[in-house]
């Protein structure tokens, strides 16, 4: 079973950045992709970008494109999520997953972080 550890929210102003860690127990065949979704109060969990550690390759969703980058140090199981340019709409609880699709449907996704709150005053 991964375990995924969520860190780096908090609070941040409009048009500030904020970075995001999700650390992986172990890495295998079965979450050899990360996603990165949200889920602000009221509203739909929203998927918001990928890494496959077994291409190296991302996918963004059009709302945070240009503005988050994904990255990864193989290293230490790690991902991170950067995020630039902050809006208020951006505040929601932030989630990193593990599972084996490069997807954005978070039912394919099997292991889940616990989640960070990220707030982004106005």
């Known amino acids: 079973q991964v375990q995924l550890g969520n860190s780096g929210g908090g609070l941040v102003q409009a048009g500030g950045s904020l970075t995001l860690v999700c650390v992986a127990s172990?890495?295998?065949?079965?979450?050899?992709?990360m996603g990165w979704f949200r889920r602000a109060p009221g509203k739909e969990r929203e998927w918001l970008g990928l890494l496959d550690w077994s291409t190296g390759s991302t996918r963004y969703a059009d709302s945070v494109k240009g503005r988050f980058t994904i990255s990864d140090d193989n290293n230490k199981n790690t991902v991170s999520l950067q995020m630039n340019s902050l809006k208020p709409e951006d505040t929601a609880v932030y989630y990193c997953?593990?599972?084996?699709?490069?997807?954005?449907?978070?039912?394919?996704?099997?292991?889940w972080g616990q989640g960070t709150q990220v707030t982004v005053s106005s």
């Open positions: 172990t890495r295998t065949a079965g979450n050899n992709v």
């Open positions: 997953a593990a599972g084996r699709f490069a997807v954005t449907n978070p039912a394919s996704y099997v292991n």
